[in-house]
Each structure stands twice: as structure tokens, then as C-alpha cells.
């Protein structure tokens, strides 16, 4: 079936809310003959290139979107007046000028906006809305909000504005039915609206799992959110289980006199056309001196450096030190080897300990002559192609050693050299591992604690060990599992959960320096009051970023 794709969709990182893991997300949507589907997390898009990926993968178009939260006032504003809150907005995109768009305001609802939420307003919304195409959310939406407060007039002009803010063709009125009655009184006033605005209907249902019979699953994972059990009646949770990827049939059967609003998801996920650029390069460009081009400067320091390290050479070491440059310049990256020479160099001047070099670094010539490194590769027979492969053109990675303490010295000069907004630091995530997932599912569950973690001690302490894994190896936990309903339900329902994203935190080492502002690449997030990519570092690399490994050592 080809007439229905699910335009909202929540992914893992909606994180510990969202229950869909993207890889089986696509299965499920393959399943269902499904050729499109949405990805619209809360507030971010940690997952969008994963998404994106494994979409293309199964041969499925991926929409690359998000559930912004918009406040009513100045997102500068910190607080709310009696009775408004933040409230929920679909933006998916059209094109790439709509995914620049969306990842701008996505990083500035983070630097600018973030009061409990990272939030956006209707002054960052129409300044930034081409290429993007709107929906009007769930009931967290603005509109069914003020049709839920008896106020029809405030919802028109709301609907009116949004129409005004992304264009005539832009702006759809999402209905969604989860058998909740409050969802029947806004559908009714949603119909009034587009007979009377001409602002065109679609259908969608708000997925947060995949099938009917994960709704237990996703409930356990709001509890562990809210650090409360899935029995307390004061925690919030979803009315129904009706919130899960649907068949085009069941989708049709909930709004059997809305066809069309049905048919135009289809519509709408063929008109996003985003298609990313893998394996082309976006580095910086190193501020050489008067008089230089990169390539020329390169040759100046690296022959300064051939004549203090190996004074005696007898043309060897010459021949060598050429080769790497020539090959470093074929590749495109001049520019890289100066800019980790001079924050290494800014680093020596000013007293801050540097490691003497690690990885496959330490075989260049180029990098000893710079003083990237201390080692000899020479003296200790290390070969340049194990750092840099001319047949498998990838990103050099140089990992550098800095002292604890001063390692932000470092990324401050890295910062004023560059420009505040074109350096960030690296987003990571913490997954719930086999013992963490089946303590939290424990907590959740109300299960004791010394109960739940006895079964979590079960699991042998192996690197990346799974359940699965430890159910295989360990008998003492397989019998426990199978003569223990309660056990058993344990185990199942964290096996579930098992290695989904938990939190994001900041990565120890890593550095992204960009040639245009960051967010103009990627989308980023706040973590420790720091800006950080919401894309990882692999990710990062995939998309030609120019990211460092600045380490710390005690």
C-alpha cells in the first residue's frame, strides 16, 4: 500500500520518551508497504543522519523533521504568564534550504530560547520558513490547544498566522485520533477550520512505538524518564495504546470521510526532498601569513622542522618528508595539519603539557617535523600509509594528549582563533548497557532494588555484553528466568530498552572547527552550558567535518 506515510513520528532520541529504534522502525514500515516516513523527535534531531541512512538502506524515503516547542512570547523571555506554556510544532523539510533552516532554529531554541524546553518563537519561525512545510501537532499544538479552551476565534487566527508564516501550500491541519475523546472535539473544530479557511487536512498518528503491544514498553521508559514506577497515579502517561506506526487501512478506517487528508501524507513526504552529501570535504581555512598559500607555508614549517630534527640528513629523510606533503595536499589537507600544528605550538609556548603522539599519527614525517608529535617515525620504522592511505581517502584522525587542567585553555584559543560559533564540542550518548537498563526497568517496575539487582549481577561484567549474551553464557540467570515469571518479566521488558539512548552528555575529546558557523552544517544543543553538535563525531566525519581529538591526561 503506497497511499498513506506516517508524517510523526518519534524516534529513540526522543530520549527516554520515544520508543521506535530507527532500524527496526524501518522494518516495520517496510512491513506495512509504507515508501515514506517522517522522523519528528522533541526539540532535536540527534538522529537524523542515522535515520536518513537507514532509511535510504531499505529503500525507503526518509523526511527529515522535528517537533519544535514554541513559546508564546520571546523565546528570550525565561518564564511563562498564568495559563500559557510552550506548545508543540511539526516542521518538516521540503528541501535543503528548509533542513539549513530547521537545524538553525533547532541550535538557537538551545543558545537563545531554553527555558525547561529548548524553544523557538513565531519571530525565529518567519524569519527562517522557507523550505520548510508545517503541521499543526498533536493536542500539545497551539491550535487544539485554544479549540480545547473553547476559544475557535484564537485558533483561526493562529491557524491563519501559520498559513501567513510558511505560505499558502505550506501550512496542513493535522488530525489524529487515539481514541481519546478530547482528540474527537478538536478533529470537529479542525474540520470547521478547513472548510472555512481552505487550510488543507492531514492525518497522522502520533508514534512513539512501533506496534500496539509496545505500548507497555514505552510506558516503562517515561517512568524511568520521570524517575517514578509505572503504577503511580500521579505520573504522566499516555491515555491510550494507540499511539504505534498504523497501516494505511487502520489509518483509513479512523477517518473514513477524510480520504484526502489520508492520501496527502503522501503528498507531502514526496515533495521533502533532502538529500545529504557524504565524503565531500567542509575544512577550514588556516589564516597563513602574508605572502603564503597554505601549501607554501606547510613546506616552510616542515622544512624548519626537517633541519632541527634530523640535521644530518642525507636527502632520505628529504625524499620522504616530500612525499607525505605532496600526498597531504593531493588529499585536501594542508589545512588540517596547520590548524593542529599551531594550537599544539600555542600549547608549548604557554606551558601546557602535550603528549608526545599516539595512534597512527606517529608514522608522519610531516607531523615529527611540525611537532604534532615526538616520536621519531624514522628511528622506530612507523609507514605514513597507515595514517594516511591514498586508496581509502578518509580524515586524518590525530589524537592529542593535553594536561587535565589546561585542556580548556586550549579549546579557548581554538575558539577565539576561530570564532565562537565556528568551533563546538562533540555530543555523545549514554545507553542503557544490559545491568543500567534492567536496574532502571526494576525501579519502574517496583521491583526491590536488592531483588533487581541481583538479577542485574547475573550479567557477567564483559565488555558490550548483551542479555542475550548473558542468558547464553550463564545458567544460574537463565534458570532464574525461566522459573520466575517476575524475572522473566524483568529481563523481557529491559531486553526491550536494551542499549537505546539513555541521555547525551559531552564527549571527553572531541572538537568540531568549521569553515561556516557550525550550525550551518549541523544542529546543536546545549549539555553543561556548553554548545555541543547534536551529531556524533562518526557522524560528523561521514558529513566532511573537521573534528579533533583534544585529550586529557592525568
Not at 460 to 488: G, W
Request: proline share 4%; aromatic share 10%; charged share 25%.
Amino acid at each position: 500500500m503506497e497511499n498513506f506515510a506516517h508524517l510523526h513520528v518519534h524516534t529513540e532520541y526522543s530520549l527516554l520518551d520515544g520508543a521506535c529504534r530507527i532500524e527496526k522502525l524501518m522494518d516495520r514500515v517496510a512491513e506495512l508497504g509504507q515508501t515514506a516516513v517522517a522522523m519528528t523527535d522533541h526539540g532535536v534531531m540527534y538522529g537524523a543522519i542515522d535515520f536518513y541512512r537507514a532509511a535510504k538502506a531499505r529503500g525507503i524515503h526518509p523526511v527529515i523533521g522535528c517537533e519544535v516547542y514554541v513559546t508564546p512570547g520571546s523565546r528570550f523571555e525565561r518564564g511563562y504568564a498564568q495559563g500559557q506554556w510552550h506548545r508543540h510544532l511539526i516542521l518538516l523539510c521540503e528541501n535543503m534550504e528548509g533542513y539549513r533552516n530547521l537545524i538553525h532554529m533547532v541550535s538557537l531554541s538551545f543558545s537563545e530560547g531554553f527555558y525547561v524546553r529548548p524553544r523557538v518563537d513565531l519571530d525565529l519561525l518567519r524569519k527562517h520558513s522557507k523550505g520548510l512545510i508545517c503541521l499543526s501537532a498533536c493536542l500539545a499544538g497551539s491550535i487544539p490547544q485554544a479549540l480545547m479552551n473553547g476559544d475557535y476565534e484564537g485558533a483561526k487566527r493562529q491557524a491563519l498566522e501559520f498559513r501567513e508564516i510558511f505560505g499558502e501550500n505550506n501550512f496542513f491541519l493535522e488530525i489524529q485520533d487515539h481514541g481519546i475523546e478530547a482528540q474527537k472535539e478538536v478533529n470537529m473544530g479542525l474540520y470547521r477550520l478547513s472548510d472555512e479557511t481552505g487550510i488543507p487536512l492531514v492525518a497522522t498518528n502520533d508514534a512513539h512505538y512501533l506496534t500496539r503491544e509496545d505500548a507497555r514498553i514505552q510506558d516503562v521508559l517515561m517512568a524511568i524518564q520521570m524517575g517514578k514506577t509505572v503504577d503511580d497515579p500521579t505520573r504522566m502517561k499516555f491515555e491510550t495504546n494507540e499511539f504505534y506506526i498504523k497501516s494505511e487501512e487502520e489509518m483509513f478506517a479512523l477517518f473514513p470521510t477524510h480520504p484526502d487528508a489520508i492520501a496527502r501524507t503522501v503528498e507531502i513526504a514526496n515533495r521533502c526532498q533532502v538529500e545529504f552529501e557524504f565524503g565531500k570535504y567542509h575544512l577550514p581555512q588556516f589564516d597563513v601569513p602574508d605572502g603564503y598559500t597554505a601549501r607554501e607555508y606547510l613546506d616552510k614549517l616542515c622544512l624548519e622542522g626537517l633541519h632541527e630534527r634530523y640535521p644530518d640528513d642525507d636527502g632520505t629523510v628529504r625524499e620522504r618528508l616530500d612525499y607525505e606533503i605532496n600526498m597531504i595536499d593531493k588529499m585536501g589537507f594542508v589545512d588540517y595539519f596547520l590548524i593542529v600544528s599551531d594550537f599544539i605550538h600555542y600549547a608549548k609556548r604557554n606551558g601546557i603539557p602535550v603528549g608526545p603522539g599516539r595512534g597512527s599519527a606517529a608514522g608522519s614525517i610531516v607531523s615529527y617535523c611540525l611537532g604534532i608529535t615526538d616520536l621519531d617515525p624514522i628511528k622506530y620504522s612507523l609507514y605514513f600509509e597507515r595514517f594516511l592511505n591514498p586508496e581509502r581517502v578518509s580524515m586524518p584522525d590525530i589524537d592529542v594528549d593535553f594536561c587535565y587542567v589546561r585542556r580548556p585553555e586550549v579549546i579557548e584559543y581554538v575558539t577565539r582563533k576561530y570564532g565562537a560559533d565556528h568551533v563546538a564540542q562533540i555530543v555523545t550518548f549514554g545507553t542503557m548497557a544490559a545491568r543500567a537498563a534492567i536496574r532502571d526497568v526494576g525501579r519502574a517496575l517496583s521491583i526491590p532494588y536488592n531483588e533487581a539487582d541481583a538479577v542485574a549481577k547475573q550479567v557477567p561484567m564483559e565488555l558490550h555484553i548483551t542479555i542475550d549474551r548473558a542468558l547464553t553464557i550463564n545458567p544460574e540467570l537463565k534458570k532464574m528466568y525461566d522459573s520466575n515469571p517476575t524475572v522473566k518479566n524483568l529481563i523481557d521488558t529491559a531486553r526491550a530498552l536494551e542499549g537505546m539512548p539513555r541521555h547525551a552528555s559531552t564527549h571527553a575529546a572531541g572538537v568540531v572547527i568549521t569553515k561556516d558557523p557550525v550550525d550551518t552544517y549541523v544542529p546543536l544543543a546545549r549539555n553543561d552550558e556548553q554548545m555541543v553538535t547534536q551529531f556524533t563525531m562518526t557522524t560528523l566525519e561521514e558529513l566532511g567535518l573537521l573534528k579533533m581529538d583534544v585529550r586529557i591526561v592525568r
